[in-house]
């Protein structure tokens, strides 16, 4: 599986944007780029994804690098309800394991009021 | 409400007993999975489903078997509970392979194998 690389942690302000990074720099041309948001004491929630062109919706922004070798999840104001485990995760719909996500440690956000 | 429902959501064991996980989906998903998470760790994949008669191995699924009889249900079995069995586990659908949306998770079940 192609593996992604994100800090460990980040902090933010209240309504102040953030731009959570991801690296993935051995991205096949069929995965999909996908983020996930894990709140405390909850399962994790599907945020947005993208496959080659900047994605936008009503929980975020998905900004995808040109060579699809980094991606950045933008939260445009960030409130104390946006404090979570951020994952980015790569799905392959190419065919073979695409039903799986690997899920690594993620980007521990806390928004300081 | 559709989604994904895990029951129970709190559980805890003696060493050695063997119990269920229920999990059912409202979606018409194909695919289903369960992952365990223990603490300060991110999601391990145990079993997974892509389709009602067919179910494979994830990354850790010893100590664990599952069934799909049903698109709707993917219980996971404990055979014989293990304090290493201790974690929180969450059941997760997903349309098929051709739609690469976002799986959806339940809420979980917090097992404690004492």
């Known amino acids: 599986d192609a593996k992604t690389t994100q800090p460990n942690s980040m902090e933010s302000n209240e309504e102040e944007p953030v731009h959570l990074p991801c690296n993935h720099s051995t991205i096949s041309g069929t995965d999909y780029i996908h983020w996930y948001r894990q709140l405390p004491s909850q399962g994790p929630e599907y945020v947005i994804h993208?496959?080659?062109s900047n994605v936008n919706n009503r929980m975020a922004s998905l900004a995808i690098a040109e060579d699809r070798k980094s991606s950045t999840l933008i939260l445009h104001r960030a409130t104390l309800r946006d404090a979570a485990v951020y994952y980015c995760?790569?799905?392959?719909?190419?065919?073979?394991?695409?039903?799986?996500?690997?899920f690594g440690k993620g980007t521990l956000l806390t928004v300081n009021p | 409400n559709a989604g994904v429902t895990q029951t129970p959501k709190f559980q805890v064991l003696k060493t050695g007993q063997s119990m269920t996980l229920q999990c059912a989906q409202d979606?018409?998903?194909?695919?289903m999975s369960w992952y365990r998470q223990d603490p300060g760790m991110g999601l391990r994949l145990i079993h997974y489903?892509?389709?009602?008669?067919?179910?494979d191995q994830g990354e850790v699924p010893n100590g664990y078997n599952v069934s799909r009889s049903t698109t709707e249900d993917f219980p996971l079995r404990l055979l014989s509970a293990a304090p290493s069995q201790t974690s929180v586990y969450f059941c997760?659908?997903?349309?098929?392979?051709?739609?690469?949306?976002?799986?959806?998770f339940g809420s979980g079940t917090r097992l404690t194998v004492v």
């Open positions: 995760i790569l799905r392959d719909t190419g065919g073979g394991s695409n039903y799986k996500l690997t």
């Open positions: 993208g496959l080659t």
């Open positions: 489903s892509v389709g009602a008669g067919i179910t």
């Open positions: 979606m018409n998903h194909e695919y």
């Open positions: 997760a659908s997903s349309f098929a392979r051709q739609a690469p949306g976002g799986y959806t």
